[in-house]
């Protein structure tokens, strides 16, 4: 599976941007679709997750009530509306996509698959 993330970009503190992970040569249906970032000198963290089957959410500490991870069927595609953006949500941001869907739902091991990475920048 091949992931493609955009929608990155550069952003006062306060805006917005909505970020898409699009699955290519397969759908998303009974994967768990997760949203990690990595600032500079800083190792890679989770941000948020949904599984696809059941539309269930998990996000990081940091970015509850700010962000919002959802899917759309349709296009088979998953989204992280990002709002109230702060500088130190700057960090190049991936999707991945996990087969297994156990309780590891924020641990890099537990996903298969990684997208490229698309960069957001907020400026204060």
């Known amino acids: 599976v091949q992931l493609q993330a955009s929608g990155g970009g550069l952003v006062q503190a306060g805006g917005s941007l909505r970020l898409s992970c699009a699955p290519s040569?397969?759908?998303?249906?009974?994967?768990?679709i997760g949203w990690f970032r990595q600032a500079p000198g800083k190792e890679r963290e989770f941000v948020a997750t949904?599984?696809?089957?059941?539309?269930?959410?998990y996000y990081a500490d940091s970015v509850k009530g700010r962000f919002t991870i959802s899917r759309d069927n349709a296009k088979n595609t998953v989204y992280l509306q990002m709002n109230s953006l702060k500088p130190e949500d700057t960090a190049v941001y991936y999707c991945?996509?996990?087969?297994?869907?156990?309780?590891?739902?924020?641990?890099?091991?537990?996903?298969?698959?990684w997208g490229q990475g698309t960069q957001v920048t907020v400026s204060s």
């Open positions: 949904i599984t696809w089957t059941s539309g269930s959410t």
């Open positions: 991945a996509a996990d087969r297994h869907v156990t309780t590891w739902y924020d641990q890099m091991f537990e996903y298969d698959y």
């Open positions: 040569g397969r759908t998303f249906s009974s994967y768990r």
